[in-house]
């Protein structure tokens, strides 16, 4: 647990700041996600792919007008898992292609939910270093769910799309863009930055 520690808090840092109004409710979801991954939103496409398809290109095409400042193409939820959210405005301002997108998301392997042993408990203990207000045990008690819960209005616009695994963008960037660096999150990752 101790080396999942730092990284998390990391992650939660870069979440805190993107959304510094947000509830432990927000934290529950991200916990989820880290842990359980894309497979419920491959599944819902599986069920239904042009309800899905066109569901996702109607938010692509509002999605940079309800983006956040300071909000990075990618965002790393999970570590060592390569998890990560695909910001649809900072995708859509870096000129991927939504087709395109939509077809890597909705290719993703399905996962089955499993928790990472001693995720929730590292994000418990990252929590406080990264500038959360909640104790270890209010985290460890209201952020084991085992359904991802809607974020809160308090967290503010939210328009991403979950990642098993973030190396899939390098293929759907323009030719020119930046290179996806090794950390996500990080500053770099801007879609402004993108030429």
Known sequence: MEALIIPMRDILALEWRL??????????????????????????????????????????????????????????????????????????????????????????????????????????????????PWSAEEIMSRCAVETPPSHSAAYGPASYRLLDDWHVVEGLLPAGALPVPAFLGDQSTRATAVT
């Open 19 to 132: 959304h510094p109004s947000m509830t432990i409710v927000d934290l529950a979801k991200l916990v989820f996600q880290a842990s359980c991954g894309a497979g419920h939103m491959v599944r819902a496409v599986a069920a239904d792919p042009a309800g899905m398809r066109n569901a996702f290109l109607r938010e692509w095409g509002t999605a940079g007008g309800r983006t956040l400042p300071g909000t990075p193409l990618l965002q790393r939820i999970s570590f060592p898992r390569p998890a990560a959210r695909l910001h649809l405005g900072p995708a859509a301002i870096a000129g991927m292609d939504p087709e395109a997108v939509f077809e890597a998301l909705a290719g993703q392997p399905v996962t089955t939910p499993a928790a990472e042993t001693g995720l929730l408990e590292a994000v418990a203990c990252a929590a406080r270093a990264a500038g959360l």
